[in-house]
């Protein structure tokens, strides 16, 4: 089983709609949640970063993290085109930071 | 001015050649990594090195030699280069915190 778990998709949605994303883990030694989003050809770039449980919001984006289910999701209300890239979230414990498989994501106008 | 550069972004080779890549920082960050990313997209730590010292070395072949001659540069050499090794590889660095990575652009190797 690999430590984190990550739906490759690809997932195409219109634009606006409201977009989930979903990461599993399986280790409980992660404290740290991170989304990176990777444009195509081009290196991933830091989204959103959580610490523990929670929800964070910044803009059209929230994290949620659920500790006690070892989930983590990313939302993205009125989606735009511009948000079609693949997204890959990320965990950290004892300064290993793991990489889910990426959700690749198209918003059609 | 680009903060995590990597050249070159673009590798085609034979089999069996020795290949290098560089990657520079300028954020002043004191961690520098490897990471190798697959055609599936699956990233995968290969090497972290913190001032200058390896820190993670994540099982990778002996034919990878990476090489940080200063803090802010950290090299790859790869030595009989195999198809497997075909993927794109990126620098990253990052200071206090170790989940939020700077990534370079990426350096695509593809080997015949």
């Known amino acids: 089983q690999k430590e984190v778990e990550q739906d490759p998709g690809p997932l195409s949605v219109p634009e606006g709609a409201i977009v989930s994303l979903n990461c599993t883990y399986s280790?409980?030694?992660?404290?740290?949640f991170m989304w990176y989003r990777q444009y195509s050809r081009k290196g991933p770039e830091l989204l959103m970063y959580t610490y523990s449980s929670g929800n964070k919001e910044d803009g059209r984006f929230t994290a949620q993290v659920d500790k006690s289910s070892k989930y983590i999701s990313l939302f993205i209300r009125d989606s735009q085109p511009s948000d079609s890239a693949t997204y890959l979230c990320a965990m950290s414990g004892y300064n290993k930071l793991i990489f889910g498989a990426g959700t690749r994501l198209a918003v059609h106008p | 001015d680009t903060a995590v550069s990597q050249t070159p972004k673009y590798l085609v080779t034979q089999m069996g050649n020795d290949k290098s890549i560089k990657c520079e920082q300028n954020l002043g960050h004191d961690t520098m990594y490897w990471y190798k990313q697959d055609s599936k997209k699956f990233l995968k730590i290969m090497f972290s090195y913190n001032n200058k010292e390896l820190i993670i070395n994540e099982t990778v072949p002996n034919r990878f030699s990476p090489k940080s001659p200063d803090k802010a540069h950290l090299n790859l050499h790869i030595n009989s280069l195999e198809l497997g090794d075909s993927a794109v590889y990126f620098c990253?660095?990052?200071?206090?915190?170790?989940?939020?990575?700077?990534f370079g652009e990426g350096s695509r190797l593809t080997v015949l």
């Open positions: 280790n409980s030694a992660f404290q740290y």
């Open positions: 990253a660095s990052s200071q206090d915190n170790p989940g939020e990575l700077f």
